[in-house]
């Protein structure tokens, strides 16, 4: 009964894992009963990603709506899903939630687990919104019908996306250490709601640590070229190198902090920051820098490895991008044709191209079997159902082998003789990284001084 979620999960997480770059942190998930409880930025998608990263099935809750769609009703179903009747999709189901809350705490009870986003909605706010407090309830609740003997982990993930509506960006699951609630056991006795609300901001608290929080949309843009300057000026890392989203997830959410400090202890001091870094990526932007930065400098040897390399990949991968981006070319366009058609919500954007790649893609696949086939029996149908996919996977990574290249041969032409740029530049970074130093440290100041002043 087992294989058919599997199956189903592992199916639509590679799809996810494939559509973006995904970069997993943090511990496995424990066994036993376990809530997995997630930020909710990306509609559907969140889901799919939890299922490639997780490592075990979790049984989604999601709204019952999305249970009476024509396809993904039954794929819901078949993953083990429990509806949840909100309020403003229909105020006169929320009776029903009775018996959510039973299949919820039924599966707990049967050393499963279920996967939930407290924030109760998709939403593209650069900060987590309100939390509503149904994870906690189902959570104490399920250690009341055990008798607080059911060793219950709440396991909070944040999902962070580099820009959720495009493929092949970046995207950084973080999943956290495991906590319980028995110790509430006391304080649900007496009062469930009280127990239900500092639950919940354990919760939150936990899935905070797992995601940038931006007070304005605009800080995370200030926030990413900040971050990009300092490490690049302090040599951690080489000029032109991209590094992964989780990788630099600790250092952006340590400046998101520092900027929401300043704003709000020196202001003044915020608008002149601010304002350089809006300088230094107005520039970058000009010169169409993309990820990496400006190099003060190119040294022969670093360029000649660097073309060497770069080169025999492009010049080895070239025929099979070239078949696979040919026999492709038509599923790839799909999406944006439907995108354009329906114009969703930024929210739903990505679900709905990934579904439409997935179903182009099957029917493609299933096509190019029969055509096979009916062309040269078995042998060719199984060339045919391996050789376009393999193909299709080389022309992806290919593309954006070149996209890079071309990035960073385009910034090397554009400051060939160019010397008084390049110093433009380096005098930019060194100037912001020594204002970034003199912050850090009366952050750090003002804050070992809380502690004295409240003695």
């Not at 956290?176 to 009280?194: H, N, S």
């Amino acid at each position: 009964m087992d294989r058919i979620p599997r199956l189903i999960a592992g199916i639509t997480g590679t799809a996810a894992a494939l559509f973006y770059r995904v970069d997993r942190h943090g511990p496995p998930l424990p066994e036993g009963p376990l809530i997995v409880a997630a930020n909710h930025p990306n509609s559907l998608v969140d889901a799919l990603l939890i299922f490639r990263c997780g490592g075990r099935i979790t049984r989604p809750l999601g709204r019952a709506p999305l249970f009476d769609r024509l396809l993904l009703g039954p794929v819901l179903r078949a993953l083990g899903g429990i509806p949840v009747y909100r309020r403003e999709d229909d105020p006169e189901a929320t009776h029903r939630n009775e018996r959510m809350f039973r299949s919820a705490v039924d599966a707990l009870r049967g050393g499963g687990a279920i996967q939930i986003y407290p924030e109760g909605r998709s939403h593209s706010e650069p900060h987590l919104v309100e939390f509503r407090t149904g994870t906690a309830r189902i959570a104490l609740q399920a250690e009341e019908a055990a008798d607080w003997a059911l060793g219950l982990s709440i396991v909070p993930v944040g999902i962070t996306y580099a820009a959720k509506e495009l493929a092949r960006t970046e995207v950084a699951v973080r999943f956290g250490r495991a906590f319980g609630c028995a110790d509430l056991k006391r304080a649900f006795r007496e009062d469930p709601v009280a127990a239900g609300r500092r639950l919940t901001e354990r919760i939150e608290q936990g899935i905070r640590r797992q995601t940038l929080n931006f007070g304005r949309p605009r800080d995370r843009i200030l926030v990413e070229v900040a971050e990009q300057l300092y490490v690049r000026e302090l040599r951690w890392v080489p000029w032109r190198a991209r590094e992964r989203l989780g990788t630099r997830f600790p250092r952006l959410q340590r400046f998101a902090r520092g900027l929401e400090w300043i704003r709000g202890a020196h202001p003044e001091a915020h608008r002149r920051l601010v304002e350089k870094v809006a300088r230094y990526a107005q520039l970058s932007d000009e010169l169409r820098a993309g990820e990496g930065d400006v190099p003060p400098r190119y040294s022969f040897l670093p360029v000649a490895k660097y073309v060497l390399a770069r080169g025999t990949l492009l010049a080895l991968g070239l025929p099979f991008a070239a078949v696979g981006s040919l026999l492709w070319a038509p599923v790839v366009r799909l999406p944006g044709f439907v995108v354009r058609r329906v114009k969703p919500e930024l929210e739903v954007t990505a679900t709905i191209k990934l579904a439409t790649i997935l179903a182009g893609a099957f029917t493609a696949w299933i096509l190019g079997l029969v055509l096979g086939y009916l062309a040269g029996g078995l042998p060719v149908a199984a060339v045919a159902a391996v050789l376009p996919p393999a193909c299709g996977f080389v022309a992806m990574l290919w593309m954006e082998l070149a996209r890079e290249v071309r990035e960073d041969t385009a910034v090397f032409l554009r400051l060939r003789g160019r010397p008084d740029l390049r110093e433009h530049f380096a005098e930019l970074r060194s100037e912001l990284a020594e204002t970034f130093r003199h912050l850090e440290e009366q952050w750090i100041e003002e804050r070992q001084e809380r502690p004295r002043k409240g003695s």
